[in-house]
């Protein structure tokens, strides 16, 4: 089955400094990665996507790309703001999967 | 806002009871997650629903069980319950079937087994 490796497991950054956070991906077959922010308390919110018939997509600060050759994927924020601080998932999934793959996520601090 | 509701938002039970999670998904999903978050085992999915039917498990324990109700609201039931079931449970929803469509989070329910 699908295995979702994620690095950094802790990220530190400064206020408009850039900030990237990759995942590694198992099943050759996966097609759909989705990036989830989890604030404290809350529920994961998807902020991103990416489908493999694509190598990047991005959505003002938030951009993510696709290497489906090294079988990777990365999430870039850029001039990070405070309000970025939050728990960031990758996952990944294919189309016979019947659900989502998470990596063990990544804590993002922004200090300012 | 996702549009997900999950209630109760926190459930403070003993070992050896059993409780039930409710969950409402998007309006016009069909699809119904449901998933345990831990801090050993990070975001676990435990079951799928779609349209009434289960359509597919993962990690989930026998002694968890679930189903999806016509209005398409779901419910899961956890029982004798262990100190090792305490987190977090999530529901998530999708307009269509499968891993590869777009999961909306609903806010969860924080479970403490004493």
């Known amino acids: 089955g699908e295995n979702v490796e994620q690095h950094p497991s802790t990220l530190s950054v400064q206020e408009g400094d850039s900030a990237v956070i990759k995942c590694t991906y198992s099943d050759s077959a996966s097609n759909y990665f989705p990036w989830y922010k989890q604030e404290l308390g809350k529920g994961p919110q998807l902020i991103i996507d990416i489908r493999s018939n694509v190598g990047e997509k991005k959505d003002q600060r938030i951009a993510v790309t696709l290497n489906k050759t090294a079988k990777h994927f990365s999430l870039h924020i850029t001039e990070t703001q405070p309000e970025d601080s939050a728990v960031y998932f990758c996952a990944g999934a294919n189309q016979a999967g019947t659900a989502l793959i998470f990596g063990k996520g990544t804590t993002l601090s922004v200090s300012s | 806002d996702s549009g997900v509701t999950q209630t109760p938002k926190h459930l403070i039970t003993a070992t050896g009871q059993r409780v039930t999670l409710r969950c409402s998904p998007r309006?016009?999903?069909?699809?119904v997650y449901w998933y345990q978050q831990s801090l050993d085992q990070g975001l676990q999915f435990l079951i799928q629903y779609y349209n009434g039917e289960e359509r597919a498990k993962g990690n989930i324990l026998e002694r968890f069980s679930a189903q999806q109700f016509p209005d398409l609201h779901s419910e899961l039931n956890l029982s004798s319950l262990e100190l090792g079931d305490s987190a977090l449970y999530f529901c998530?929803?999708?307009?269509?079937?499968?891993?590869?469509?777009?999961?909306?989070f609903g806010p969860g329910t924080r479970l403490t087994v004493l």
């Open positions: 309006s016009g999903d069909l699809s």
């Open positions: 998530a929803s999708s307009k269509n079937p499968g891993g590869n469509n777009e999961q909306f």
